[in-house]
């Protein structure tokens, strides 16, 4: 029987041009992991973009196989947010692939001990995406408080709606109302809506 030996690959990532991945590979190698170079992905990208939409980690993501080992030496390297590093750890270990964090002690987030890590990381998405609806219903409420006009602009003025209205009750079709006021179907029926 053939024994088939983990393939190890760093990922280290920087958000702008005058910082250097150096420190993270030092870590990564200073903590054990021996990482051909060929597999150690670098990266400067800023956190704020999600993992599956950096282009080195997405090529990263094409080159891994099932029982392959990942390691980064922080979660932010891995995601913008906890959402986005629960999916991205969630993705990577239905494809067999075990993530290791040296910020969490080099712990396999794959593991009994890091499974329990994710269902920590989580509640935190889930407190973050909560505290994102609470702020964004806070927001609107504010708005309309203060008398704002939530939603997307009106496409015609009250004076042309008017006569939409007015065209319409003459039998006037949809499609010649579109082509006249240069809106879609879809608007001048909206209008009826409103109206109704």
Aim: positive net charge; proline residues 2%.
């Amino acid at each position: 029987m053939e024994l088939v030996v983990a393939r190890t690959f760093a990922y280290c990532r920087v958000s702008t041009s005058d910082q250097t991945t150096d420190n993270q590979i030092n870590e990564i190698t200073g903590a054990g992991f021996s990482v051909e170079p060929k597999r150690i992905i670098t990266e400067t990208i800023s956190g704020s973009v999600a993992s599956m939409e950096r282009p080195g980690f997405s090529k990263l993501i094409d080159r891994l196989e099932d029982g392959d080992v990942l390691i980064v030496t922080k979660l932010d390297r891995l995601g913008r947010n906890a959402m986005d590093v629960r999916a991205t750890v969630e993705r990577l270990a239905a494809s067999g692939v075990r993530v290791h964090c040296l910020a969490l002690g080099g712990v396999d987030l794959t593991s009994a001990a890091g499974k329990m890590t994710m269902g920590v990381i989580a509640a935190v998405s889930e407190f973050e995406r909560d505290l994102l609806i609470e702020r964004t219903q806070a927001g609107l409420s504010r708005a309309r408080a203060q008398g704002r006009t939530l939603g997307r602009p009106p496409a015609l003025s009250e004076a042309q709606q008017a006569e939409v209205l007015k065209l319409r009750s003459e039998n006037h079709s949809l499609g010649a109302l579109a082509a006249k006021f240069g809106v879609s179907r879809a608007a001048i029926q909206r209008i009826e809506k409103k109206q109704a």
